[in-house]
T-cell receptor
């Protein structure tokens, strides 16, 4: 069974601070997605990373896929209150239907 | 197309009743997935379809759960004889099958089920 562990589970910071959250597994994934979810809503896809060592940037968010494709990180620069939410990572494998999700990092950015 | 839609958004039922949820995927997507999410956890896979064929079911999907996608478009998830442990957010997602094997899933807003 493939598992994804996310850390930290909870993170509370002040507006303007930088942060990094992590997604780790002992298994290799062919792709990894990051989602953001707000209370009472479905997850919203932020990015997909596919290649080991790949780095993708989305405005103030930087996503990295580990060289061995077993782990990933999400770095947010100058966090804003609008970044508040549950950040989920999900791993997928070629020709497998399902994605395996971590339990997420709940981020709170205080103004 | 505005994305994946789910109906109803909220459902409150009494233990032992049957409930049915509907999911309408993004129109050009041929894969459709159902997940369940409880508080403090990430989504757990239940089942998925490619067109009208149900290709995989999780062991989480007991005999009381059944999903259909009769024409390869919308899907329904039925839970019979609901139990309090079925209370959760039921999420639907869709994706386009790609030969690369990378299937980005786009989620609907979910149906929140409360079993009293």
């Amino acid at each position: 069974t493939q598992l994804l562990e996310q850390s930290p589970q909870f993170l509370s910071i002040q507006e303007g601070e930088n942060l990094t959250v992590y997604c780790n597994s002992s298994s290799v994934f062919s792709s990894l997605q990051w989602y953001r979810q707000e209370p009472g809503e479905g997850p919203v896809l932020l990015v997909t990373v596919v290649t080991g060592g790949e780095v993708k940037k989305l405005k103030r968010l930087t996503f990295q896929f580990g060289d061995a494709r077993k782990d990933s990180s999400l770095h947010i620069t100058a966090a804003q209150p609008g970044d508040t939410g549950l950040y989920l990572c999900a791993g997928g494998n070629t020709n497998a239907g399902k994605s395996t999700f971590g339990d997420g990092t709940t981020l709170t950015v205080k103004p | 197309d505005t994305g994946v839609s789910q109906d109803p958004r909220h459902k409150i039922t009494k233990r032992g009743q049957n409930v049915t949820f509907r999911c309408d995927p993004i129109s050009e997507h041929n894969r459709l997935y159902w997940y369940r999410q409880t508080l403090g956890q990430g989504p757990e896979f239940l089942t998925y379809f490619q067109n009208e064929a149900q290709l995989e079911k999780s062991r989480l999907l007991s005999d009381r759960f059944s999903a259909e996608r009769p024409k390869g478009s919308f899907s329904t998830l039925e839970i019979q004889r609901t139990e309090q442990g079925d209370s959760a957010m039921y999420l639907c997602a869709s994706s386009l099958f790609r030969t690369s094997g990378i299937h980005e899933q786009f989620f609907g807003p979910g149906t929140r089920l409360t079993v009293l």
